[in-house]
C-alpha cells in the first residue's frame, strides 16, 4: 500500500513504477485501486472505466465479498500485470458500508484480497489522502505501507499523521505493519537538504528509504502506454528509482 494523509506526494506514481518495475521481472502483480479519483484505473484502463459493463471496486467493496464478482473485476495491463479499477462512485459504496452496522467494515479489503492472493505474488493498493474506512481497510490488508513525501512542512505533517494512523491500526487491530518513508521530488537546494536532515534526525534509518527521489520534469515519459521514465535506469531519477526498487525487493518480497 502507498499512503500518506497529504495529496500529490507520488503514492500512485510510486505504485504504477513499483508495478512496471516487478511485472517485467516476472512477478505476478495486481493492482488494486482503491480511490475514487481513479487515477491509475484512467491511465491503466482508459475509456474501460467508462463503459456500463465496468466492474471496478465500487461492485466489490460491499458487505458481503463475492470472490467471483472480485474475478470477474481483473482486468489484464500486460505480462504478469492486471488491474481492479476504481471510479468515483466507491465513495457512495464506502457510505453503505458504513451504514452498516452488522458487517465486519474494517476486512472488506483484506477479503477482496484474500480472494486473489494465490494468484499473484504482490498486491498493490492505491488510495486517496484522506482518512477514511477506505484506507483504514488498506491498512488492515496491506503488510507494508510506502509513505512518500515531499520536502515541504505539510507534506512532513502528512507523514506525523500516516504514522500516527499505522500505529492506531496496530494497536487497534494487533496488525503487525511495516512501513518506509520515501522522500520524493527533492531538489538540489539547500531547503531540501535541510529538510532531509530534518526527517532523518526525527526517524530510524530502518523507517526511511536509503535512497531519495529527485524530482524529475515530466516523469509520464508517455501517458498513452503508461509508461514512467523512473524505472529506466539510465536517468538519475531512474538509477535512484532502482536502488529503491532493489531495496523494497531485499527487505519486502524476501
Ligand atoms: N519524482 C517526481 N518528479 C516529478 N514529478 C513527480 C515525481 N513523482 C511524482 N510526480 C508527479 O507529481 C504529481 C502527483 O503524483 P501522484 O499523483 O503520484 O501523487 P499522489 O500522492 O498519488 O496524489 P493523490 O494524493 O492525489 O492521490 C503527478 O503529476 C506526478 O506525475
Ligand atoms: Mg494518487
Redesign the pocket.
Known sequence: M?Y?T???????????TIAQYFSKKGYRICIIDA?P?A?LSKTILKDEVFKDEYLSMTDLFSAKVDCEKVHKAIYNVTDNLDIIGSSLALVNSEQLVRSNTMCDQGRIINKITQCIEDEYDIILL????FPSLLTTNGFIASDFVII?TTCDEWAADGVATTLSQIYQVIEGFGKEIKYKVLI???SRNKDDRAFEEEINAQLNADQLFKTN????????KNKDICV?D?NKGNTT?GQEWQSVLDEIEREVLR
Open positions: 502507498a500518506s497529504k495529496g500529490g506526494v507520488g503514492k500512485s506514481t510510486s505504485l504504477l480511490d479519483q487515477n492505491d488510495f486517496n489522502p512518500p520524493n521530488q527533492k527521489i529527485h524530482y524529475q520534469a515530466k516523469p509520464f514512467t523512473f531519477v
